[in-house]
């Protein structure tokens, strides 16, 4: 699959837009230039040589700050997605076999936690537990999860009355031994579809909380909180929330194309992919065959 993505444009530049942050997510706060704390007494000067992106009304680097916060928002984005995968797809498909009591348990907890809205939640629970991102995370990861559980259910209920997983089940076979031979190969391509938007909503999500300052104390740096902050100066500079806004925003679009880019290669999409590129090549097999075909003729005339 990651060959069929690679061979998309899309995929590629999402991709490389995703490594990129990544990258910054690793070393940005290596590559600062500057502490993104310390202070100085040049505040809210424009772009320089010595300050790229100029300083804030604290005077502190803007390059720097936005270099040491991608780190917070690239593992706050992170831990939603793959909290809601591991909370949401596991029961998702274990409720198609685990029985009527598991299932409708499930299902009702799924359709609770879609009618909670996230942000809010979000808010209440640190104000029970304490401002941290991680707590933060944690609980818009579990109130994501319903996406998954409604993939992974979806996608094991269109195999699970197939006749080779009956055929199994007839045989002896394990619920596990199904899961990991017959259903995995089923649920994986809508689940990384979903992982891959769910990263773009997690970034959404991680810039709403540091913009309205929830999650992360003042005064470390964060995408959302920096463009929280250049907004009470526009006066000064109003091309400061440009930068962070543009991350922000590049960022959840690469997410998404990499969804799409997953979706047009998975599945009856992938395989109509594959033959397009297949004949596009100049190998389909309708090609092989009518050469055998001419010769076996040409040796009959002959």
Avoid: C
């Amino acid at each position: 699959m990651v060959r069929r993505v690679l061979s998309l444009t899309s995929g590629r530049i999402a991709l490389g837009i995703l490594a990129v942050v990544a990258l910054l997510a690793v070393l940005g706060p290596v590559l600062a230039p500057y502490d993104p704390l310390a202070t100085s007494a040049d505040t809210l000067a424009p772009a320089s040589g010595a300050h790229w992106l100029g300083t804030d009304y604290l005077g502190r680097d803007v390059f720097s700050r936005l270099l040491d916060g991608s780190r917070v928002s690239v593992l706050g984005a992170l831990e939603v997605a793959l909290v809601a995968l591991v909370v949401g797809a596991v029961p998702g498909i274990l409720s198609v076999y685990l029985g009527r009591a598991f299932e409708w348990l499930t299902l009702r907890l799924a359709d609770t936690l879609v009618a909670l809205p996230f942000l809010l939640f979000a808010v209440a629970v640190i104000a029970l537990l304490g401002n941290g991102i991680g707590q933060a995370m944690l609980v818009t990861g579990v109130l994501v999860s319903p996406l998954f559980y409604r993939v992974g259910r979806a996608a094991t209920l269109s195999v699970a009355r197939s006749p080779y997983v009956e055929a199994a089940i007839v045989s002896g076979a394990s619920t596990g031994w199904i899961v990991r031979r017959h259903v995995r190969a089923k649920v994986l391509p809508p689940v990384a579809v979903a992982l891959a938007q769910t990263v773009g909503t997690g970034f959404v999500i991680v810039s709403s909380l540091t913009f309205l300052g929830i999650g992360v104390q003042p005064p470390a740096p964060t995408w959302g909180g920096l463009l929280a902050s250049d907004l009470g100066y526009l006066d000064y500079q109003p091309w400061a929330p440009v930068v962070p806004a543009l991350l922000i925003m590049v960022t959840v679009w690469a997410g998404n194309q990499l969804a799409d880019a997953i979706r047009d290669v998975s599945g009856e999409a992938g395989r109509a992919f594959v033959a397009a590129r297949t004949a596009r090549s100049g190998r389909p097999a309708g090609r092989r065959g009518s050469g055998r075909s001419d010769s076996v003729t040409a040796g009959g005339t002959s």
